[in-house]
């Protein structure tokens, strides 16, 4: 008889094995929500860690920014120059000027705080300092708008009501103000692992410089060509100046440009990317230990 009826060799034989089929790869749809939700989780955690309690931090935030306008406001009236001001509400046009100033320097803060390729955080594989930057910075907005949200709220029911004239380019230069910032944050966040100590100094010199060259104290148009030029390569005076432009019925800005604050930003960010990349490379957990 054969041995496959007598149960000989031939029927102790092993199966051959099933063949797996590969695992699919993941689709770029997939992708990109996996990493939403990663900027998202790492928003979230960027907004709490600025404060135990959500609801102080905000306070203090708004808190921060009636200051700055308390302060601005007595200045101008003391000086006597609220009258070379737009034509319009006076504190509404402090307000172009002090949120977009405030928006600008908190990405840039931000995004020079955020997490960088030697930190332990890149340990974990989802995460990379380009989400960390973009959540540093997102985080930074939100806390901005929502500040802004309650201040204009509070003056609009306890003071006079506030006329926008056209909200929706006045919110796209908050934005970009925004934008210009964090690209101006990746710039000094490319180069912090190998100057940490200069780009603190640096961000925090451009910041105060801001205080100034940002021309949230002053029209534009009522500048001579002589000191327009110390505020011409400004980002932040181009916003805000059109901001207000888009806000006040009766301003028309002349010497401002968003698409040259929004192309300076587009290639600032491209440089910093480029720089970050490079640094991300060469980065070493050890580059800090003898610091």
């Known amino acids: 008889m054969p041995d496959g009826a007598t149960g000989g060799p031939a029927a102790q034989m092993p199966a051959p094995p099933i063949p797996r089929r590969p695992l699919p790869r993941p689709s770029a749809w997939r992708g990109a929500l996996v990493l939403m939700g ?22 203090i935030n708004v808190l921060q920014t009636v200051i700055f306008l308390a302060a601005f406001f007595f200045m101008f009236t003391l000086l006597g120059v609220r009258g070379s ?22 990405a840039v803060a931000a995004v020079v705080k955020a997490e960088g390729p030697t930190s332990p955080m890149m340990q974990h594989a ?8 973009a959540s540093s910075a997102l985080a930074a907005l939100y806390l901005q708008i929502l500040s802004a949200g309650i201040i204009l709220f509070a003056y609009h029911v306890a003071w006079t009501p506030v006329t926008i004239d056209q909200p929706l380019g006045a919110l796209a230069m908050l934005l970009l103000a925004w934008f210009s910032g964090a690209a101006v944050g990746v710039c000094f966040a490319a180069l912090k692992p190998w100057f940490p100590e200069a780009v603190q100094i640096g961000a925090s010199v451009y910041s105060r410089a ?80 003898g610091r």
């Open 38 to 59: 990663l900027i998202y989780h790492s928003t979230v955690r960027n907004v709490r860690k600025s404060h135990r309690n959500a609801v102080a931090g905000l306070l």
């Open 85 to 106: 001001a737009i034509r319009g509400d006076f504190l509404l046009y402090l307000m172009t000027g002090i949120f977009l100033f405030m928006v600008h320097t908190k």
């Open 126 to 133: 989802p995460l990379t300092t380009a989400v960390t930057m």
């Open 210 to 289: 801001n205080m100034v060259a940002s021309g949230k104290m002053f029209v534009a148009n009522t500048l001579p060509g002589s000191l327009l030029v110390f505020f011409d390569w400004n980002p932040l005076f181009h916003t805000i100046d059109q901001a207000r432009g888009y806000v006040f019925l009766n301003y028309a800005p002349r010497f401002s440009s968003w698409e040259y604050a929004l192309w300076l930003s587009l290639i600032l960010l491209v440089i910093g990317l480029l720089g970050e990349s490079y640094t991300r490379r060469h980065a070493s957990l050890s580059w800090g230990m």
